[in-house]
């Protein structure tokens, strides 16, 4: 009888230890599917706008490293446009915000950022868009 025990405490301990090792696995898969992504962004990518925006704004799937966070956006050239640093409000969902230091005039424009998150996650791409028709 006491063999019929041991059994069964080993296969309670060893149910006990897959349990928990499916709860960490499940814990750690469900933090990498919150990593970082960018949601939208104004422009939007690949649109045309009629006139300049004062900015670009990108929402993230959560707050970003601000110092971290770089917009640059250049000309169909390749030419650098000017713009702010990139900041944002403290509202909940807010976009990382890069004001223009001056109006775009008509032309193709590439917008690349980067991104990082609290955990230290770096995301990054590239969107364009154009101002008042091509050129």
Known sequence: MNSTRTRSHSRSTFLSLAIVAA??????TGAAMRHLKLLRSFPAADTTLTSSPDAVRL?????TELPATKIEVKTQTGAAV???AP?????KGAPAVAMFKSPLTAGRYTVTWKA???D???VNGTIAFTVGGTK
């Open 23 to 28: 709860l960490m696995t499940s814990a750690s």
């Open 87 to 91: 900041t944002r409000t403290a509202d």
């Open 116 to 118: 990082m998150s609290k």
């Open 59 to 63: 929402w993230f799937s959560e707050a």
């Open 82 to 84: 000017m713009t702010a």
């Open 120 to 122: 230290g996650h770096v």
